[in-house]
């Protein structure tokens, strides 16, 4: 969900009902971070069944679109800057294969959308 402040709460809005085609419904927007890309906002998210990293982004109407998807297990506190200009998100990702009394499986994703 999205909403706006100027002084009172805007409407609110339905970024993404977690409806995935050929699928239940997946659990949508934990370690949400908003950042504005050409005066709109943006939302990177996590899908909570899969651990991808999503995209949503409003044009007239809110677009969602995968970020990071496949084995390793993303989006643990997602952060977002554009204080250079251009978005960099920054996460935590697991490999799910790797032994963590070993090399440990936690590493730092730092991506520019």
Do not use: C
Not at 12 to 36: F, K, T, W
Not at 67 to 89: E, K, M, N, R, Y
Not at 101 to 108: D, F, I, K, N, Y
């Amino acid at each position: 969900m999205y909403t706006t402040w100027n002084g009172a709460a805007g409407t609110p809005e339905l970024v993404d009902d977690g409806r995935r085609a050929g699928d239940r419904a997946h659990p949508v927007g934990a370690a949400a971070s908003i950042y504005i890309v050409n005066g709109g906002p943006v939302i990177a998210y996590q899908d909570g069944l899969t651990a991808d990293v999503d995209l949503a982004q409003k044009g007239g109407m809110w677009t969602t679109s995968p970020l990071a998807s496949g084995p390793l297990l993303d989006g643990f506190s997602i952060a977002s800057t554009t204080a250079h200009g251009a978005p960099v998100l920054a996460w935590l990702s697991i490999d799910p294969a790797l032994d963590p009394a070993s090399s440990g499986p936690h590493g730092l994703v730092v991506k520019a959308p």
